[in-house]
């Protein structure tokens, strides 16, 4: 063959191979939904977001491409054991089996702290983007400081060493962390994948990014949505979790769900000059609470109710400005009862209201709105620790023992054990408190790490000077290397 005849063949074979290329192209673009062009059907809503695992896993999902949108990494530490169980679950489609593993603490398999990590490690999950709410990304040296934040605990626990060497790319900052390939962003700077990929969407993430930019609820929704319109991204699948379960999201939060379920669903609504009434009406409420306008919110909210008085998200705030700031405790109360009547998933707005009173300065009167929740869901276990906590900051050591008990025997917490120690040495039973501070001791993993709160520190070095007083010298060194290592965390 002569050189003509090379050249023709060649460039029949790069024709060949684009057209092919560009057919495959539109293919995925005809299958897959674009965001913010197409409505988006398929979107899965959870209460926790330890349930989007077996979502997963029953789909067939393997090496996928997730955009995590979350205040949190969700990616804990979990020994290869655990990780072997939750595999064997999944091939064998076990999936009853598989639910029941999460959410138990150390007695189970995975939570709402870690279910990424295990998606990630069971070969579900090939690359996450974690879209953080937090505004690093908008100012110089953004890198550098994002770096700082998660070396000292702004996400799980995470290698010093790995964080150094993540790189920032097309504005992420890229790298491998606990053996799985991340990418760090904000909404502003999530680069454009040219692949579908599954949009995992937490509700805890807006209010922090709302506030970090000084913004409303809707302000933020529909800044986030304009920033990944543009990024042309091809949707597998989307879920959104409420959250609200264990405090992660206020129960007053929980309409921002239907807000962004809307939202996907019928995209150019956020195209529109202004939002839909309703969302108009709780945006302002919610706003006032934070700018501290009463007049404005009251104002909104009492034209909110006379239209729309059956919405359970305006009857929720209603509840909620009787407490503070009418400090109508009984018509709270009444309200936040009738509403959970009606809808269990409105169940965490007693304990919510009672922390709120818990943290005032009249925190008995908190008493009735925890009773009212275990009187509804005796087994819940945020509902029993909460109580627990209640009772140990009014010094009725006793009882708070008996439901902090009950909280740790439906989920073994590290945290619960540390309650626990604190109620009995306050109590005077210092003996007993040692058990349960050892029991703690047990549970820590150095590879997970604790959360070291004032409240924390201080139950680690009393048990640390009381180990060390008894001769018990390797739990009190035990503590200490916690107070040592874990004293520079951001927690």
Known sequence: ????????????????????????????????????????????????????????????????TVIHVDAHDDLGFIDEGK???IKKLIDEKNWQELEKERDRGAKGLYTLAN????????????????????????????????????????????????????KMEFGCLTGTLKGIDVSICGPETLPRIGIPVVLDIDTDFFPTYSLERNWTKLQGIKAFFDALYNRNIMLRYVDITYSVNKGYLKPIHRWLVDVIKDILQKPDIIKQPSPP?????????????????????????K???????????????????????RGDYDSALKKAVKL????????????????????SKYPERAEPFYKQALELVPDNFYFNREYGRYLLKVKRYDEAMVYLKKAVSLEDDMYVWLRLGDAAYEAGRKKEAAGFYERALLEYDPLVGINLSKENGRSIKRMMEYFRSKGRDDLAQKAGMILLTEGGRLR
């Open 303 to 325: 034209e909110a109710l006379k239209k729309y008085p059956e919405n359970l998200s305006i009857r929720a705030y209603d509840a909620y400005y009787s407490l503070v700031y």
């Open 277 to 301: 009434e309703l969302w108009a009406f709780l945006d302002v409420v919610d706003y006032a609470l934070i700018a501290g306008k009463p007049g404005e919110g009251e104002k909104t909210l």
């Open 340 to 359: 959970c009547k009606e809808d269990k998933r409105y169940y965490y707005l007693l304990p919510f209201l009672g922390k709120v009173i818990k943290d």
């Open 115 to 166: 279910f990424l990590y295990a998606a990630a490690h069971t070969g579900i999950v090939k690359k996450v983007y974690w879209v953080m709410p937090f505004d690093f990304f908008l100012h110089a040296g953004g890198g550098e400081k994002l770096r700082n934040f998660l070396k000292i605990g702004g996400g799980s626990l995470m290698n010093p060493l790995e964080v150094e060497a993540m």
């Open 1 to 64: 063959m002569n050189k003509l005849t090379y050249k023709l063949i060649f460039t029949l074979c790069i024709t060949s191979i684009l057209f092919i290329s560009s057919c495959t192209n539109r293919g995925l673009k005809k299958k897959y939904p674009v965001l913010g062009r197409e409505p988006i059907k398929d979107v899965f809503v959870c209460e926790d977001h330890s349930e989007v695992l077996t979502e997963w896993a029953k789909r067939g999902f393997r090496d996928i």
């Open 83 to 85: 990780i072997k169980g």
